[in-house]
């Protein structure tokens, strides 16, 4: 991935000073902990974000938030087609305290279909916890998110969960961890017995072990510890399960790297724990290891100048927007991450791509859709600006310096369907949620210039299903949907304003805005796409755009 001043040139003007931080901001900073937990579906990903919940008290009964009659909803699966579904098909927010710290936890969606949203989650997080499915191993979209993690250099922790069924043989879930994700791995916990023979966790660290017990939904009140690995206790217990965990710790200890804060800082090491998040075990681990382990709020890259967490002055950026979190205000939520300063509610904000001004009085904080209003926040809070349509992915807000932040990925979508209302007298409310949609990035959304269908872009097959939902249950608006004859987009740009207003004329047809307004053009194919890139040479093709402010950068080869 090319570098800033690759896609944007060398900054050339000085930039402003940055304001010292008072003694209460480095505080307040070193107290946070942001991070995202990514998986392939079905690891476990959702159930370990509930139980995290639990441990730091931000609930009482796993999944009791969304309790409704007999069932219960996952606290941060709030859309009602993921009630429904059973999936997780956009980001969710929560904020815990937790030991004197502030845990800001993004639950992200599994499925590969949604993986935008999670890219764009990434950039607002300092540290992510990787969940694996220990019958299951390293999956092809957890490879996926790891390599995105990896580009970053973002510190991962790693859960192997569900160790109370049959899974793979532990060494070999280490190995593969090493080998497929290449990276040193170094075991916190160890696993004592698996499936029907599950004992419970060994803590290295500690020299002690938690005892397994099945079925929790609470916390309890004391765990089952005995401590010591040569404790006779343990071995009359669990017999031959416990004789193979002790032969594996003594291979471990000898054989892997000793855990190294600075290399899993840097993302060149994973800590590994152990459990079953179903059943509340390993959980609590897991938790004092985000506080222990994960780095406090780090710097961020603006085109301008690197911007520190523990600056006095406010800026923060806009990695998500969510329509409709609240069905009966018809509201969007720009989710901001926090950068630098100190938010105080009420506060005036600029927004740096157009210079208009923002207030902050409703500001609010999350468990999932529960909300509270905000009276401050500092670097690597996410907080949530109620807003009609004025926030852009990728927008940069500051108390009035001109700052851009850089990283925030829209990808050119593979796979596009024509639209067009069931019933012509719901138009406006079809025209109204496919624009809110496509602000929050949950769909492309291409309008054609020279009039006809608006034009869906996705990057899955199920982005197609879930915004046909939500359409018909969030907007009242039912939508028939057929494929496209277009298999590819392009962003184009060109250093000669004159030069893009003559290839978009020529191109009349074939050439849509996006939900920024930065034309695109759509081919059928590759040699159709390529066969444009030769005869206008001076049309930058771009696979990837950057944010709101069109910064773009450029594939080599289309």
């Known amino acids: 991935m090319s570098s800033v001043s ?49 441990f730091g008290g931000a609930i009482f009964i796993a999944g009791s938030v969304k309790a409704r009659k007999a069932s219960r909803h996952a606290t941060s ?54 969940v694996i499915d220990a019958a299951n191993g390293v999956e092809a979209q957890t490879l996926r998110l790891i390599e995105v993690c990896r580009a970053r250099n973002t510190p991962i ?60 939904d609470r916390v309890r009140e004391e765990d089952d510890i005995i401590e010591g690995i040569d404790n006779p206790l343990i071995a009359e217990r669990f017999g031959a399960a416990f004789t193979q965990a002790k032969n594996e710790i003594d291979l471990i200890t000898g054989a892997s790297p000793e855990f190294d804060r600075a290399a899993f800082v840097a993302g060149r090491q994973s800590p590994v724990f152990f459990g079953s998040a179903i059943n509340n075990f390993g959980v609590r681990e897991v938790l004092d290891a985000l506080v222990d382990l994960a780095p406090a709020p780090i710097a961020r890259v603006a085109i301008q100048r690197r911007v520190e967490p523990t600056e006095a002055k406010f800026a923060g950026v806009v990695f998500k927007i969510q329509a409709n979190m609240d069905p009966a205000h018809r509201d969007r939520i720009a989710f901001l991450r926090v950068c630098a300063g100190h938010f105080e509610r009420g506060m005036k904000l600029n927004i740096c791509r157009n210079g208009k001004e923002i207030r902050t009085n409703t500001v609010v904080t999350f468990l999932s859709q529960r909300r509270e209003l905000v009276e401050d926040a500092y670097a690597g809070d996410i907080i949530g600006i109620p807003n009609h349509g ?32 069931v019933d012509p007298m719901r138009s406006k409310q079809l025209r109204m949620g496919l624009t809110q949609l496509g602000e929050e990035g949950a769909i492309q959304v291409f309008r054609p210039l020279a009039g ?58 074939r050439v849509m805005f996006d939900a920024v307004d930065a034309p695109t053009f759509l081919a059928a194919h590759h040699t159709e796409l390529r066969a444009i890139e030769g005869m206008w040479d001076k049309i930058h093709f771009h696979a990837l755009r950057e944010h709101a402010g069109l910064v773009f950068q450029k594939r080599i080869g289309g």
């Open 390 to 421: 004025l926030l852009q992915l990728g927008d940069t807000l500051t108390e009035g310096e001109d700052l851009q932040f850089t990283g925030l990925p829209f990808f050119a979508p593979e796979l596009f369907q024509t639209v067009e209302m």
């Open 6 to 54: 690759d896609v944007v040139g060398t900054v050339t003007a000085a930039p402003p000073p940055a304001t010292p931080a008072n003694a209460n901001i480095v505080r307040e900073v070193a107290r946070r902990r942001t991070f995202a937990i990514i998986s392939h579906p079905d690891a476990g990903k959702t159930t370990l974000t509930e139980k995290l919940l639990l």
């Open 157 to 216: 922790l790693t859960f192997i969960n569900k160790m109370d069924r049959e899974v793979k043989d532990p060494l070999d879930l280490l190995d593969e961890i090493e080998r497929v994700l290449g990276m040193p791995a170094a075991p916190f916990t160890w696993p004592v017995g698996m499936g029907k023979s599950f004992g419970g966790v060994f803590d290295l660290k500690r020299d002690r072990m938690r005892i397994f017990t099945a079925g929790e």
């Open 77 to 130: 699966d709030w859309m009602e087609i993921e009630k429904q579904r059973g999936i997780s098909v956009a980001s969710s927010v929560m904020q815990l305290e937790y030991r004197d710290c502030i845990i800001n936890l993004l639950d992200t969606p599994g499925h590969q279909d949604f993986s935008e949203d999670t890219y764009r989650v990434l950039t607002a997080v300092d540290a992510a916890l990787m």
């Open 452 to 509: 006809g269908m608006l034009l869906l872009g996705a990057v899955g097959t199920l982005q197609f299903e879930v915004v046909a939902h939500r359409l018909a249950h969030e907007y009242g608006a039912e939508a028939r949907m057929a494929p496209s004859r277009y298999q590819l987009a392009r962003w184009v740009t060109a250093d000669d304003p004159a030069e893009l207003k003559r290839f978009i004329d020529a191109n009349v047809h």
